[in-house]
């Protein structure tokens, strides 16, 4: 009996990879799989995207889209992995606390899912729209444990507009610096991330990396791992942008370090470092 028959009757093949295998054996077993749809976090999705395109190789399956989820989805990852996998990226909204509540339709517009979620957005405390605010969701399906406006630390932007794609549900946007908070640091360095992004991993210059900051703002620090195209004068590179940007700081240059993650393997290319004894708040 054919695949799509079993597909129809809501039967679907799933299998699950391990997100903290190296990307060269997640890639394997995907192929062995020969998967119709990928869903996981950008950044494990791009590290096998980055492989492939280092080794010349395609990807040897056709899956029809990826879902990715978790972390912020960049424009630069995105491309990457829509040229890597020759398909549609879709991008989707949850927290682990009430998973899934906006779904990317094929028109590029972030649907919230309704039927499982209302989601509403304050600014100074009072409630806004189509204006940028803090997120407050209220989960229509968790019984058990009920969150009625909860406010999940994440901002965003909320509008009605008529989609192609027929879905009515209200749209979110601007959810990219969702956890970063006025003033903070990050908020400051989040330009620097995507300077390394387009000017360095883009071009397979650098692997994966990260920026971390200490949260007094007296010290800062960029781990990273090469990339292919990496070369003798890259470290002098990298010094002068991050220089041009911050000269008055002495930013330290960690090669080949292990890279921090929150549960579940999630990374974020830009963290905040909390002095001793508080939680380590990471950011997107
Ligand atoms: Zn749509």
């Given at each position: 009996m054919p695949t799509r028959f079993y597909h129809r009757m809501g039967m679907v093949k799933r299998g699950w990879f391990d997100q903290s295998f190296p990307a060269e054996l997640q890639l394997q077993q995907i192929r062995s799989f020969q998967p119709d749809w990928l869903m996981g976090m950008p950044s494990t999705i791009r590290r096998i995207a980055a492989l492939m395109r280092q080794r010349g190789e395609q990807p040897g399956f056709a899956a029809r889209g990826i879902v990715l989820g978790g972390e912020l989805l960049t424009e630069t990852t995105r491309e990457l992995i829509e040229s890597s996998f020759h398909c549609r990226v879709y991008n989707r909204y949850s927290c682990?606390?009430?998973?899934?509540m906006a779904y990317e339709c094929r028109h590029g517009n972030l649907h919230v899912e309704d039927d499982l979620v209302h989601l509403e957005v304050i600014k100074d405390g009072l409630p806004v729209f189509q204006e940028h605010g803090q997120l407050v969701c209220t989960s229509l399906?968790?019984?058990?444990l009920p969150l009625i406006r909860y406010q999940n630390g994440d901002e965003g932007k909320l509008s009605s507009q008529s989609c192609s794609c027929g879905n009515t549900a209200l749209v979110l946007s601007e959810?990219?610096?969702?956890?970063v908070r006025e003033n903070s640091l990050a908020r400051l360095w989040s330009p620097v991330v995507t300077l390394l992004e387009n000017s360095f991993q883009r071009n397979f210059v650098l692997g994966e990396f990260q920026l971390r900051l200490a949260a007094d703002g007296h010290g800062a620090s960029l781990h990273y791992e090469r990339g292919?195209?990496?070369?003798?004068s890259t470290p002098q590179a990298l010094r002068q942008a991050l220089a041009d940007f911050a000269p008055e700081l002495n930013i330290e240059m960690v090669e080949n370090a292990r890279f921090d993650t929150e549960m579940?393997?999630?990374?974020?290319p830009l963290t905040v470092v909390n002095p001793p004894n508080c939680s380590r708040m990471l950011l997107h």
């Open positions: 682990v606390e009430l998973w899934a399906i968790h019984r058990h959810i990219g610096d969702y956890r292919p195209r990496f070369t003798a579940s393997f999630k990374f974020s």
